[in-house]
């Protein structure tokens, strides 16, 4: 298969007033056409600022990439000039945020922020654009386009204006689309309808996609691989099946375990026990000792490797045979 995007060693750091916070620690992962990857972990795990990074959206200062490469379709675009790298955002690589309300914008209709896209890189007069804008709205399932294509996004509910979101990115056919909790605060009727949405789109034009989320349930039908991260690092990667049927690392099996499931009703949720480390004081060793239930010795001191675990997944835990049950 083609790589789309690969990412190696990545770094990121946000230097405050309290300190540098180490968002991202040596992150890699990448994506072929036509693959979706989820990328999962709990809030400040670093996986919307290793996007933020890919996509040249990070804010700086505070945000500064301190190492690594970021290759899509063979060119570094941490080496790009501004202008190549803002062609590259939008024609070839788009996101879908995560609060479409804070994303798009209050005072443009949506037919003038769809139609944008082709202004500004297909170079489209504003009335064929807006007739672009409504075969959009049609793709994305949105009723009666044509008379809503004038609206504002406060007249649209979430799910419409994720749909939006959705045609945005979707506008001039990229070959990657990165996705940061796309169903966040929709209903779950809603959130399958975005997801099944997503899925046949990415189907229809083989695009790659980068699933941001802290659901598993979410991804379990249309993801390919998955990326877990704890504290700005991959700690398991893996074929979604493989994830779900054993995982090798304690943190993907405490977040596979707190899923609410039908067998389990009347039973008390399991939970990981404690919060998320500090990124500013990062626990020495596994970064997850403090919560794990298998931790020892070696786990306080040693910062675990990326073991390969098999040809397709690895685990960054020093005790993943046990996790296994090997």
Known sequence: MDTLLDVRDLHVEFRTRDGVAKAVNGVNYSVNAGETLAVLGESGS??????????????????????????????????????????????????????????LNPVLSVGDQLGEMYVVHRGMSRKDARARAVELMDRVRIPAAKERVGDYPHQFSGGMRQRIMIAMAMALEPDLIIADEPTTALDVTVQAQVMELLAELQREMRMGLILITHDLGVVADVADRIAVMYAGRIVETAPVHEIYKAPAHPYTKGLLESIPRLDLKGKELYAIKGLPPSLINIPPGCAFNPRCPMAQEVCRTDVPPLYKVSQTRASACHFWKECLGD
């Not at 379709?73 to 996101?95: I, N, T």
């Open 46 to 103: 670093g996986k919307s600022v290793t996007a933020q990074a890919i996509m040249g959206i990070l804010d700086s200062p505070p945000g500064h990439i301190t190492q690594g490469k970021i290759f899509f379709q063979g060119a570094d675009l941490l080496s790009l000039h501004r202008e190549a790298r803002r062609q590259v955002r939008g024609a070839k690589m788009a996101m879908i945020f995560q609060d479409a309300l804070s994303a």
